[in-house]
């Protein structure tokens, strides 16, 4: 499942084959994706120049010269494509249609973006840029991570009196937009905090010290992420997934990076989901 680096990678993968383009004819391929798609979508995409692709959590934000914006959600497993960049950022050659190539872009520069969702869990809607931040989907959500929002002060204040697991309190979208497991453990294991510790019983000093390391840890997550664009290895014009070593996250049984330490990383499950720490690192 792509999380914040890799959906910021997909935007900035994409940000040069549309930014300032017009889309000049959009193909809609079926009613729906997680949810129906807009009406009249393709026709509310057409002819409409792209004046830029904003980012919030892990949605990306095309907004069109109309005054609409296009909401992009990749889902579980939704991938976007680019292909015949007349920029020479990707070379790819237009491939030959997919059966789950759900929404194709054809911009006026040569350059085809194509939404690939074989699960359909992704999501597009079409919202007015206007009032975007008021979407469903939007309007639920906490300071963006890499934003002055997120501080130490708004950090400790949503902890303050938590019972439940600051692994849980990190995955709260409320509280930080578009942190996910496997970030949440990473920044959890540069800390020194335990997931299981309840959120409200870590010291401010604790709590304030882990903002920094979640912005380093998606940042350098990003950085790895721009790498594999320029690297271009997605020979077939695939953005956003690339390699990234982790300390702690799928690494159960493996042994802990903290020079010292003889512990392996332990996997215990948390609200259905798994989290990778060490017990010895870890209080
Ligand atoms: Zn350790």
Redesign the pocket.
Known sequence: MPELPEVETVRRGLAPTMEGAVIAQADVNRPDLRWPFPVGMAERLSGQQVLGLRRRSKYILADLASGETLLIHLGMSGRMLVSGDPLGVFVHEHPAPEKHDHVVLHMDNGARVTFNDPRRFGAMDLLETATAEQHKLLAVLGPEPLGNAFNEDHLIAAFKGKNTPVKSALLDQRIVAGLGNIYVCEALFRAGISPTRKAGRISKARVAALVPIIRDVLAEAIEAGGSSLRDFRQADGELGYFQHRFDVYGREGEP???PG?S?TVARIVQSGRSSFY?????S
Do not use: A, G, K, L
């Open positions: 802990c990076r903290t330490c512990q060490c017990r010895s690192c870890q």
